[in-house]
């Protein structure tokens, strides 16, 4: 017997749609109707829900969560352990138009993608669109239904349209307490942090 028997291969529903050229790790699960495109890159224990898309090349580290019908453009990067609720959408063209302007119609070499990163821990609520080029930071939380303009600072709570910031969270997902002198504690595990010019780092 050869290779490593503990290693968990990824599952593919029979009705998603998964192109040879794309890399799923171990663990991985793509469900009813998502498609993978090519050169994508799925990491270990990650799960792509009913209809979810990935563009080709798009980059998601382990153990991501992608809700049905989540449309991630390319050339999105999602690191580890990032959230993307449902219908969720990551656009990629800063001036979209489907012709160029003597009539004809676009082609991929005639406009530049531009992309959305998802850092380490962070969500996305339902409904959400992420207009590239934005950073959302690690462990931030974007509220369902909100539009994302500009750059989400790590552990920022943001909502509305256009997202402005509206708390801190921590990683266990529960909005930080403040406290005296720009402090702050999460309820559930205690740990504090304090902010200082719109910057929050762990105490």
């Known amino acids: 017997m050869t290779g490593n028997p503990n290693l968990v291969s990824p599952f593919v529903a029979d009705t998603a749609d998964v192109d040879d050229r ?5 663990g991985v699960k793509v469900w009813h109707l998502a498609q993978v495109r090519e050169h994508a890159r799925i990491g270990a224990g990650s799960t792509l829900g009913r209809g979810a898309y990935v563009g080709p090349g798009v980059s998601l580290g382990e153990n991501c969560k992608v809700q049905n019908y989540a449309l991630i453009y390319e050339p999105a990067v999602l690191e580890d352990g990032v959230f993307v609720g449902p219908s969720v959408v990551f656009t990629n063209d800063v001036y979209p138009r489907a012709i160029n302007p003597d009539g004809s119609l676009k082609s991929a070499d005639d406009w530049s993608s531009v992309g959305v990163l998802v850092q380490h821990g962070a969500a996305i609520g339902a409904r959400a669109v992420c207009i590239a080029p934005v950073t959302i930071g690690r462990w931030a939380l974007v509220a369902a239904g909100s539009v994302v303009t500009r750059d989400v600072p790590a552990f920022a709570i943001v909502a509305g349209v256009p997202a402005r910031r509206v708390g801190w969270v921590g990683p266990a997902g529960i909005a930080l ?22 910057v929050l780092t762990k105490e």
């Open 22 to 26: 794309a890399v799923l790790g171990e």
């Open 177 to 198: 307490v403040e406290e005296a002198d720009a402090a702050y504690r999460c309820p559930v595990t205690g740990e504090r942090y304090r902010e200082l010019d719109g």
